[in-house]
């Protein structure tokens, strides 16, 4: 090898590894967080992130459920539609959306299976972000809105925000679960 290509590869490998890391660094599939939650776990967020990226990365089915339990430490098992049920005695459960309690979405005949979600930010008494998996098929989505749109102001009924500016048809809430034990 000439002084000339010695060269090149030595300052060529180390430019072309940037580059790749660089290109790698902006095509990641975790999702971009545009705001920052005081009442979540943040280490448990990334926790989660990182095991949904996993099973991604191996072909796997990512699933609401093992997301909001290891997003919010609510320990319970089993389907989404018995999660409120199960909560009862073991966890603290409201109609109040605090940071970083899980979402319990009833079933419905298009959702048998219910739905969890976490509450990343509370925007305002009537609208809420969520941290969520699976409602988009496999993908994990960060900062949802999602409105209170009960006539009683107790968000038993609430419309999701799918798309920016468009809320979906209208869910049933069983409540809210908090991640503190029952004492």
Not at 50 to 77: H, K, M, T, Y
Not at 91 to 99: C, I
Not at 145 to 164: G, H, L, M
């Amino acid at each position: 090898m000439s002084v000339t290509g010695a060269r090149k590869a030595r300052f060529g490998l180390p430019i072309l590894c940037a580059i790749l890391l660089a290109t790698a660094a902006c095509s990641t599939k975790a999702p971009d967080i545009a705001y920052s939650s005081s009442g979540i776990d943040l280490e448990r967020r990334a926790m989660a992130l990182r095991e949904v990226r996993e099973l991604q990365d191996a072909g796997r089915r990512v699933w609401c459920v093992p997301f909001a339990r290891n997003a919010s430490g609510v320990e319970i098992r089993g389907n989404a539609n018995t999660w409120w049920g199960k909560a009862h005695g073991l966890y603290e459960r409201g109609a109040q959306p605090v940071e970083g309690a899980v979402m319990a979405f009833a079933a419905t005949g298009g959702m048998p299976m219910g739905h969890v979600a976490v509450v990343s930010d509370i925007l305002s008494p009537r609208e809420v972000r969520i941290d969520h998996a699976n409602w988009k098929r496999n993908k994990v989505t960060l900062g949802m809105t999602v409105q209170d749109v009960s006539a009683a102001n107790d968000w038993s009924e609430v419309r999701v925000e799918s798309n920016p500016g468009s809320f979906g048809k209208v869910y049933p809430i069983n409540g809210f679960i908090y991640p503190s034990r029952v004492q």
